[in-house]
């Protein structure tokens, strides 16, 4: 981890150690900052967000806030809910079910508005139980 150790003495860098610490012991990831890797053809790279190169790759470390950071968790736990309640599906449905669930995490990914995303969540929940139910009472 010879290159973790560079990240986390750079004076430029905003990222907490223990981030980078979890973030590199979670992935298993070697990150480099390409200045140190002494390219000169890497572009030139903006101040931030901080950009690392990853085995020759340049890749954004994006940085949530608690708050993003849990309503990201509850967006991901209600797409595994989903996936889950559409594997109960029967058969010949559970491949368009799963499509369609698929598809309105895709309509609604660009989504910034932190209201409108907790109003998608509660709707999402609420449709979710009713398929639950109707797949309880069908006995699925």
């Not at 101040?47 to 954004?60: A, I, K, Q, T």
Request: charge should be negative.
């Amino acid at each position: 981890m010879e290159g973790l150790n560079g990240l986390l003495a750079c004076q430029d860098c905003s990222l907490p150690s223990w981030l980078v610490e979890v973030t590199a012991n979670a992935l298993f990831l070697d990150f480099e900052r390409p200045e140190e890797k002494g390219r000169e053809e890497s572009p030139e790279l903006p101040e931030s967000p901080p950009l690392f190169s990853l085995r020759g790759e340049l890749v954004m470390v994006l940085l949530l806030d608690l708050q993003d950071f849990l309503l990201r968790a509850r967006v991901l736990k209600l797409y595994r809910q989903a996936l889950r309640v559409a594997g109960r599906a029967p058969e010949h449905a559970r491949a368009e079910l799963r499509q369609t669930v698929r598809q309105e995490m895709e309509n609604n990914r660009n989504c910034n508005d932190k209201q409108r995303i907790r109003f998608l969540i509660s709707e999402g929940l609420a449709r979710l139980k009713g398929l639950d139910e109707m797949l309880d009472m069908q006995g699925h």
